[in-house]
């Protein structure tokens, strides 16, 4: 690696988005965080201040969401913001628990041929990019399980 930065007393990774967890212990995976409405069992992505199907506000119970899950919808992107690079796959997968999460689709080349409805994905996580203080955040995304091994 050409690039040697003075290793400072820790780097700290961030997710990108406030459900995504990064355990501090490496041997523990990343995973995507919901809360369990204590009164009806329903499951959001996230935290949820109160229950949209049984209107309960009791604090939810915290859970931790399944890794695999299938592929619900999915377009491929062509068109993009300048310096995202397309086409990609942006996708809604469907976890067990009865969450959904906007995410793409990586792993896989963005054709329709080699997508379908209700295929098995799996979450990985990434750097996409270090911020000011050197922090490196972290950004999850799906593929097709068994890709990419
Ligand atoms: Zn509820």
């Known amino acids: ?3 040697t ?7 700290k990774q961030r997710p990108i988005l406030p459900f995504l967890r ?3 212990d490496p041997n523990d995976k990343p995973y995507l965080y919901g809360s369990k409405c204590k009164q009806c069992g329903a499951v959001y992505l996230g935290a949820r201040m109160a229950c949209s199907k049984c ?10 969401l399944s890794d695999r899950g299938e592929l619900h919808v999915f377009s491929i992107v062509h ?12 996708a809604i997968v469907d976890l067990p628990e009865g969450v959904s999460v906007r995410c ?6 963005p054709d329709p041929k080699n997508l379908r409805f209700g ?31």
């Open 22 to 24: 990064l355990p501090e």
């Open 79 to 90: 068109q993009s913001a300048p310096g995202i690079p397309v086409p990609y796959v942006a």
């Open 55 to 64: 209107l309960s506000t009791e604090p939810m119970d915290e859970v931790r």
């Open 5 to 11: 930065e003075t290793p400072t007393a820790e780097k």
């Open 119 to 149: 295929m098995p994905v799996e979450m990985f996580t990434e750097k996409v990019h270090t911020d000011r203080e050197g922090n490196e955040i972290i950004a999850f995304k799906y593929r097709p399980v068994n890709s990419g091994k």
């Open 104 to 109: 793409n689709i990586e792993g896989v080349e």
């Open 1 to 3: 690696m050409a690039e």
